[in-house]
């Protein structure tokens, strides 16, 4: 079984923001969390990764709490083509969960 | 960044026979690579890990006598679904570890989407 659990669907106006958490409450001290997307038929895409910092790049947020036993990927400004299926895995795992679908509205 | 091809991307075969689906870093070498499926409106669920030069290790109920893995080289790795039947209809996705970067970081090709017949 994945080592983290999400929740199964969430929906986002367009324009606003993203919030999409992650629990990995049995994470180890040398894993990282990473953030994939996966649209209909193809392979995942990365997001971004962490070890305990918040981090942050073009495409999204990243913020770990602080006994890294959870996570949420922020996506500033949904737009409709954020509509995919989420993923964070934790990298001694390699295991996916079932993901959150993100439907982004007009 | 790192690209990562599958090898085709989309095959139709009969019952009974068997499909070669290849996977290839391009622009790094790879000292593992992953196999996941995907069923319709299903995650990715591990199929092994392979690593270059050694034996794939498989996850629990995933036969290695049906989906044989050869990753003979730092840049390509090949999952051969051997007398395949309709139930291995599926999508395969392979994902790449950059040799001397960190285990952490795939980077996932595009899939190959096997329909038996």
């Known amino acids: 079984d994945a080592k983290t659990t999400q929740p199964p669907s969430m929906d986002c106006a367009e324009g606003r923001a993203a919030n999409l958490p992650c629990n990995h409450s049995?994470?180890?001290?040398?894993?990282?969390v990473y953030w994939y997307r996966q649209i209909h038929s193809q392979g995942p895409q990365y997001i971004i990764h962490?070890?305990?910092n918040n981090e942050t790049n073009e495409m999204a947020s990243l913020i770990i709490t602080e006994d890294r036993k959870s996570s949420t990927l922020i996506l500033p400004h949904a737009t409709l083509r954020d509509t995919a299926v989420y993923y964070c895995i934790v990298t001694n795992d390699m295991r996916f969960g079932a993901g959150t679908r993100l439907t982004v509205k007009p | 960044g790192a690209v990562v091809s599958q090898h085709p991307s989309r095959v139709i075969c009969k019952s009974g026979t068997s499909v070669k689906i290849e996977c290839r870093s391009l622009d790094f070498q790879a000292t593992t690579m992953f196999w996941y499926r995907q069923f319709p409106k299903k995650s990715l669920m591990l199929m092994a890990t392979?690593?270059?030069?050694?034996?794939?290790?498989?996850e629990q109920g995933v036969e290695k006598d049906k989906f044989l893995i050869n990753h003979a080289s730092l840049t390509l790795s090949t999952l051969t679904v051997t007398s395949a039947h309709p139930e291995d209809s599926s999508f395969y996705i392979c994902?790449?570890?950059?040799?001397?970067?960190?285990?952490?970081?795939?980077?996932f090709g595009p899939g190959t989407r096997l329909t038996v017949l």
């Open positions: 994902s790449a570890a950059m040799a001397g970067g960190s285990y952490n970081e795939q980077f």
């Open positions: 962490g070890l305990k």
């Open positions: 392979s690593n270059e030069g050694s034996k794939a290790t498989y």
């Open positions: 049995t994470i180890s001290g040398n894993e990282y």
